[in-house]
């Protein structure tokens, strides 16, 4: 059973910072890839930055430059450093891991708001 948990979201004003975090249950070297996904009042659920089991990152275009996904597997944890936010930044976000070819398993979520 593999169990995500995320923290770290909150209410922040445009062009400050927050870094979230996605601990997960044993070690996260059995996953292909992690990665942060977002979804926005309304809007679909969309991928916001993605980190394989070779540590190539990959990032949204709406964020490139502004996020960065990092891990660090002694902990068993993802990170999200979210820099320069924006209102439109404002989301629930959820970590997400998969195991080809079946196995993909999602956080409980946690809401960023950036507002002022």
């Known amino acids: 059973q593999v169990q995500l948990v995320e923290s770290g979201g909150g209410l922040v004003q445009p062009g400050g910072s927050l870094r979230l975090s996605c601990v997960a249950s044993?070690?996260?070297?059995?996953?292909?890839?992690m990665a942060w996904y977002r979804q926005a009042p309304g809007k679909e659920r969309e991928m916001v930055a993605q980190i394989t089991r070779a540590a190539r990152t990959t990032y949204a275009d709406a964020v490139k430059g502004r996020f960065t996904i990092s891990r660090d597997h002694t902990k068993s944890t993802v990170y999200l450093q979210m820099n320069s936010l924006k209102p439109e930044d404002t989301a629930d976000y959820y970590c997400?891991?998969?195991?080809?070819?079946?196995?993909?398993?999602w956080g409980q979520g946690t809401q960023v708001t950036v507002s002022s």
């Open positions: 997400n891991a998969i195991i080809p070819p079946f196995h993909n398993y």
């Open positions: 044993g070690s996260i070297f059995r996953f292909d890839a």
